[in-house]
């Protein structure tokens, strides 16, 4: 049994009623209820947190090497692009991740199609609504059972 941390960035609280035409109509509740039944089901422990402030995301990736967090899956949101300090915590801990973003940030504003994160993930995805979580945590399965092979 692992445990797989998802960690929502700023404004993903508002998911549901911020721009549906961009995000959908999911809200976040949703998305972690089905995260939580998938983990269930395979055997793992799910954690999250969503976040508006950079330190609590800092904190908490710092606090998952220490509670024996094996994956993380990251949506940084607008952090994407500014954070280095989440980047380097990331870094420190060595826990593989996965970024996942719910719109296309590659056919959305230029500012929007750097990230500090891509290339230290396990892999990114991309533009696939709130659907992209669930695939994640597909491909998080499959890499903590080949590295437990």
Do not use: W
């Not at 549901?16 to 995260?35: C, F, H, M, Q, S």
């Not at 710092?62 to 899956?73: L, N, T």
């Amino acid at each position: 049994m692992a445990t797989i941390l998802v960690l929502h960035g700023p404004n993903l609280n508002l998911l549901g009623t911020r721009e549906p035409g961009i995000y959908g109509a999911r809200n976040l509740g949703d998305v972690d209820r089905k995260l939580n039944e998938l983990c269930r089901q395979a055997g793992h422990h799910f954690l999250s947190l969503q976040s508006n402030a950079e330190y609590e995301l800092v904190e908490r990736v710092q606090e998952a090497s220490a509670e024996g967090v094996q994956f993380i899956i990251l949506n940084p949101a607008a952090f994407t692009h500014t954070s280095i300090a989440l980047r380097d915590a990331l870094l420190a801990v060595a826990i593989p991740f996965i970024e996942v973003h719910v719109s296309n940030v590659h056919a959305r504003e230029a500012f929007r199609q750097n990230s500090y994160f891509s290339d230290i993930a396990v892999g990114t995805i991309t533009g696939l609504g709130t659907l992209g979580y669930e695939l994640a945590l597909t491909a998080a399965f499959e890499k903590l059972s080949q590295s437990s092979s």
